[in-house]
């Protein structure tokens, strides 16, 4: 199925053959079961047994009826004598740095039921640990699977892959966990993929290759340097790091705004390079594009979606002009407060690591770089009054080779958690005034909870909305006010750290496992909502506890259940 593109001018990245017919499968599937019997995403992840033209004449040839179904008994005789399972692609590799109870694992975690949880999740990062397999390094053209070098942890459940900024989380536990070379090797893979694609991918799939993440490889860099004072691995990383800052801020990804006194700023937005359904959902987004008549607005829709999952936050009526509507979703014409948080963090970050190895040039540039940005923020996204850096929404007709004159009324006044995220920073969380009325402001924005801070304060069903909340979310805000020094700010970190612990812990006692996101309702109880089934493993909410773990501790006198 190709779409022309006789509206929709922006960039296409052409699909592979593989990714076509596994969707195509996934389609026919779908006709064949007629319902949602199975995870979309199943299909894609298969891989062929012959090569790709005799599974084509294969598929090609299957009896159909007029609806294009083929027998259940024909399907399932293809799927066996053409295709692989997904799992032939990953095999378990035992961590090379895993130690049962590393020495000196969380000194400050006392309580003795609490210590022997923290152990267990430490221990479920060998759960997680992967390494490519020798076929799809043989025959990389029989995969959906990128190959990487290095061992990697996926998420877990339908995550059966490397994510983008999954990966960062992830790095944060292994860190705690003090398996050093295990993390190193996670960023190696993603800067090779900085080398490949000229940015880090949604995840390490042929049909990820259209769209990025939420950019934190050099948040992952600074981290492993600070514990391991690697320079060698700064080396590798800051040209892969300036080759993908340019990616951000350039071409489709850079808009530039003028200011109501004549000053212009470049800030970034998201923009997948697809304006098709993508295929991990590709029967789904087909049904979601059906409500619209017209195949220009379906191309729109997709690239929104495809957008949308490269926020990270797929999906949120955040991203919606109809909050009831996801065929409204807008996310190209949205100048986000928190990508615009990550990209800074890179600048800054950019210029911390051209000092180490001493690049002064590029220490000196990213610097300027990083200035003009926290300005460009303060003008654009900052309001004084409520406390918060909100979204800012261009004009739907918005072209992005205009200059695109500020107008305060077009700031998203809704709150959402990423309205904090610039907390995270360093550049901000200094800034102890500053610091207090974000803290006053989030305490009363309504969005903290029994169970930790909630990513919207609307109910709508959408994975990143309210009651959800999620745990990179909780890391960065409560990390960004126990930076600030401020008592005040630390006291409240705390108070949610403890909130979040103590719904992990519950949960865990409850369900046996680690969960991708909670319920922050109700203390103990996972989150629901979206595309697909909850999901377990689960690589950041633990990489979250263990962080969470290590700063505030956990002593005998405090009770790890829900109050
Ligand atoms: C297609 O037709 C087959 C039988 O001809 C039927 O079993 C199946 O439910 C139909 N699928 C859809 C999606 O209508
Ligand atoms: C982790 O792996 C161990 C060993 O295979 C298994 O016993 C345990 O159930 C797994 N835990 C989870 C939460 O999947
Ligand atoms: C960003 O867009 C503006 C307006 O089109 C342009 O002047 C500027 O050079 C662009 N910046 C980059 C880095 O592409
Ligand atoms: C915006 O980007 C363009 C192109 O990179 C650059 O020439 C200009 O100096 C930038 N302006 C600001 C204020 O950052
Ligand atoms: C928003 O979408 C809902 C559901 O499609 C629809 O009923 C409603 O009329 C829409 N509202 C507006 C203002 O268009
Ligand atoms: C966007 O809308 C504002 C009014 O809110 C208008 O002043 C401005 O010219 C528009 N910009 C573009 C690029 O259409
Ligand atoms: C959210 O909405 C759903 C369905 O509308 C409802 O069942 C659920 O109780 C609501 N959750 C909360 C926390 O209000
Ligand atoms: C699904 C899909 O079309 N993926 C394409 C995206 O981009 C890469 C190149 O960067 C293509 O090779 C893929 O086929």
Known sequence: MVLTSACDHGPVVPTTPLVIILQTVQ?????????????PKFYVDLSLKYDLPTVEKAFNGLPRTKNGSVSVSDLNGFLNKYLNGANVDLEYVEPVDFVVDPEGFLPNVAHPGVRSWALEVHSLW???????????????ELHTLLPLKYP????????????????????????????????KGIVLNLIDLIDTYGYVLNGARAYYTNRSQPPLLSSMVIEVYKRTNDVDLVKKALPALIKEHKFWNSGIHNVTIEDCHGAIHN????????????????????????????????????????????TGWDFSTRWMKNTSDLTTLSTTTILPVDLNAYILKMELDISFLANVVGDNNHALEF?????????AMNIVFWDENKGQWFDYWLNASFNHKDVYKFDASHQNQDIFASNFIPLWLQLFNTDKTLVNKVAQSLESSGLVHAAGIATSLRNSSEQWDFPNGWAPIQHMIVE???????????????????????????????SKAMHEKYDVSKCGEFGGGGEYVPQTGFGWSNGVVLAFLEEFGWAEDLSPYCQ
């Not at 997948?272 to 295929?279: G, L, T």
Request: charged share 30%.
């Open 367 to 375: 610097a300027k770089a990083s200035e003009l940005r926290k300005k």
């Open 480 to 510: 960004g006010l126990v930076k600030s020094g401020s008592k005040e700010a630390r006291s409240l970190a705390k108070e949610i750290a403890i909130k979040w612990i103590r719904t992990n812990y519950v949960a865990y006692k409850k």
């Open 27 to 39: 389609q026919t599937a779908l006709q064949t079961f007629g319902t949602f019997k199975f995870d």
């Open 267 to 310: 800030l970034s937005r998201y923009y997948a390079m697809w304006n098709q359904p993508r295929p991990e959902s590709f029967t789904i987004d087909i049904e979601t594009a059906n409500k619209l008549k017209d195949d220009c607005e379906k191309e729109r829709l997709y690239r929104e979606l495809a957008s949308t999952a490269e």
């Open 126 to 140: 060998k759960n997680l640990s992967r390494k490519v397999s020798g076929r799809v390094l043989k025959n990389p």
């Open 152 to 183: 990697v942890i996926i998420p877990g459940s339908r995550f059966q892959e490397v994510y983008y900024w999954d990966s960062y989380w992830v790095i944060r536990g292994l860190l705690v966990s003090k398996m050093y070379e295990t993390a």
